[in-house]
Nanobody
Framework: QVQLVESGGGLVEAGGSLRLSCAAS????????MGWFRQAPGKEREFVAA????????YYADSVKGRFTIARDNAKNTVYLQMNSLKPEDTAVYYC????????????????WGQGTQVTVSS
């Protein structure tokens, strides 16, 4: 049974930082590209960042480029999202997801999803 478990969310002031983690089990982690998505209240889920199976390639949404960094540790079956210079508009539930498709930004390309972790940025 595949499980993706996010952690590290919380409440932070604007300009602050958080690091999200997503621990994977039940799959051969090193063969999957991983992505982070987010969903704010009343809005559709949107792509945030993706990383290739090796970690050698990354892809970011324009809204987070230069502020967020995605990374992975295949020895620990974990993917991370370092979020710096947070803004109130970054407030959302953040989800990690796994795909065999490669660097993908569409929901439909992802095979497995976590349950999400809440990030709230106060102004």
């Amino acid at each position: 049974q595949v499980q993706l478990v996010e952690s590290g969310g919380g409440l932070v002031e604007a300009g602050g930082s958080l690091r999200l983690s997503c621990a994977a089990s039940g799959l051969t982690f090193s063969t999957y590209a991983m992505g982070w998505f987010r969903q704010a209240p009343g809005k559709e889920r949107e792509f945030v960042a993706a990383i290739s199976w090796s970690g050698g390639n990354t892809y970011y949404a324009d809204s987070v480029k230069g502020r967020f960094t995605i990374a992975r540790d295949n020895a620990k079956n974990t993917v991370y999202l370092q979020m710096n210079s947070l803004k109130p508009e970054d407030t959302a539930v953040y989800y990690c997801a796994a795909t065999l498709t490669g660097l993908a930004r569409l929901d439909d390309d992802y095979d497995y999803w976590g349950q999400g972790t809440q990030v709230t940025v106060s102004s």
